[in-house]
């Protein structure tokens, strides 16, 4: 069964598609935006002609011409008696799944692998045979892998001990756990806008209805706006990065931590915590971990970030109750984190800080380059520069983003529009840019974006179509 785009929700995620070509163009080109850079997806079903012409105030003609096109270029399929279906035509599905044309990738933020990875396989080789005894399905983790994750918590002066940790897939399978646990269909969940895209998805899928509050690169966390939210709305679950969020690199002050912990926690709001960037520290310094303000705070890490994203080890921090909930959903989601893969992390985990300084000190380098970069390349855009994190999250002021986006395709330089990370089609303007590269590749794109940026402006449909191939 495909998924149906209500009128209402395409009316949302279309933000401001009009522009000033005739309106039939406007609309197809925006839904092509979206289905090329996944807040659509392939297999979706587009609401009927009628229902969308109302949801937008628009003639019925324009959208059944917006439809025609659609499928004339391929990326509608109709079959009578089930709607219209957003697909991907056959050379576009290629480039989506794996970007093979493109030249420069910039579409993730995720550093290279930490150079002593290797010898932390190599050590980890030496022990298997020891654990080859158990069965191999370990849904909470090794003990020393557990005590290890609960030691670096101590280091950063938050008491913890083994039991209130749970070893995972990584924070993306950490946070699809905690989500099915923990939220029922119908509650509402607190998301800060923007946000990380891929647990805009999670909830998405669960079905959540999700609120938004803003971060700004000038104000930080708006604390009114989240708590007026959080009484309005009485959200069960609310989603936070405070160390080096993605994808600003911001990160809340003290008074931030403990006024958006007490509120929740005064509300009955369960807080989400996500610090897989929280070990990603350029120049800032050391902070309080969030739970430091409430003992009811679910954190969640990763070494993807500091590490190796290929190893897919994270972890849950909460109370002994909350472990013992999640554990006993855990078998519907896998069977347990491999154990091989939980010998590495110890070890990893036992080297931290010489992984921080390694991880700090090529950031640095991305970042400066990064910066320094923009300002030569484009100088009309202000680049505010954050102290940690793996992008820069620039706004554009009048540029817009998804336009950018397809542009770039063309030029083999992947890039994911500001949209992604908002809800509601916000942040049209926004660019995210991952300076986890080396130096010659940010070179590259950032000369990339500079030029086509010159050309694509405020309005998406001035990028031509064959732009995209
Ligand atoms: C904020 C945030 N949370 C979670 C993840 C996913 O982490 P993992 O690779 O551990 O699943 C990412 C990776 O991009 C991230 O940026």
Not at 78 to 104: D, F, I, K, M, Y
Not at 120 to 149: M, Q, T
Not at 197 to 204: N, Y
């Amino acid at each position: 069964m495909n998924t149906l785009v209500t009128g209402r929700r395409l009316a949302r995620e279309l933000g401001e598609w009009r522009s000033g070509a005739p309106a039939y163009k406007a609309l197809a080109e925006r839904i092509r935006v979206l289905l090329m850079d996944g807040r659509l997806s392939s297999g979706a079903r587009l609401p009927a002609e009628r229902e969308l012409s109302q949801a937008l105030d628009l003639s019925r003609t324009t959208v059944a011409a917006a439809y025609s096109k659609l499928r004339e270029d391929g990326f509608l399929a109709s079959v009578r008696g089930s709607g219209s279906t957003l697909q991907l035509p056959g050379r576009e599905r290629g480039e989506h799944a794996l970007h093979p044309g493109l030249a420069l990738d910039f579409t993730k933020a995720t550093a290279p692998a930490y150079p002593g990875i290797q010898a932390a396989y190599a050590a980890a080789l030496e022990e298997l045979p020891a654990n080859l005894v158990h069965d191999g399905f370990d849904l909470v983790g090794l003990p020393d892998l557990r005590e290890a994750i609960a030691q670096s918590y101590r280091d950063r002066g938050l008491p913890t001990s083994a039991e209130q940790i749970m070893v995972t897939i990584g924070a993306q399978h950490a946070l699809n756990l905690v989500t099915r646990s923990l939220y029922s269909p119908g509650e509402r969940i607190l998301v800060e806008q923007p946000t990380y895209p891929h647990a805009l998805d999670t909830f998405a899928q669960a079905g959540a209805r999700v609120l938004a509050f803003p971060v700004r690169q000038d104000g930080g966390w708006d604390l009114s706006e989240a708590l007026l939210q959080i009484r309005r709305a009485a959200p069960s679950m609310a989603f936070l990065m405070p160390d080096f969020h993605n994808p600003t690199g911001m990160s809340m002050s003290v008074h931030e931590r403990e006024y958006l912990a007490a509120a929740a926690a005064r509300e009955g709001t369960v807080l989400v915590v996500d610090e897989t960037t929280a070990f990603l520290d350029i120049d800032r310094g050391p902070m309080p971990p969030m739970a430091s303000f409430s003992a009811s705070i679910l954190t969640l890490g990763s070494l993807g970030k500091i590490a190796w994203g290929g190893l897919r080890v994270g972890w849950i921090r909460g109370s002994r109750e909350i472990l013992a909930q999640l554990l006993r959903n855990r078998p519907a989601v896998d069977l347990g984190t491999p154990l091989m893969e939980q010998l590495v992390a110890t070890k990893l985990i036992n080297d931290m800080p010489s992984m921080v300084a390694s991880r700090s000190l090529d950031l640095r380098r991305g970042r400066d380059t990064a910066v320094r970069l923009m300002r030569e390349h484009l100088p009309q855009w202000q680049v505010k520069v954050p102290d940690g994190g793996l992008s820069l999250w620039i706004n554009t002021e009048t540029v817009s983003s998804s336009a950018l986006a397809l542009a770039a395709r063309a030029e083999g330089l992947g890039l994911v529009p500001g949209p992604r990370f908002g809800v509601d089609g916000a942040f049209e303007r926004y660019l995210r840019l991952p300076f986890c590269y080396t130096d010659g590749q940010l070179h590259d794109g950032i000369e990339i974006l500079g030029r086509i940026a010159a050309h694509v402006g405020s309005d998406p449909l001035r990028m031509p179509l064959q732009a995209v191939i």
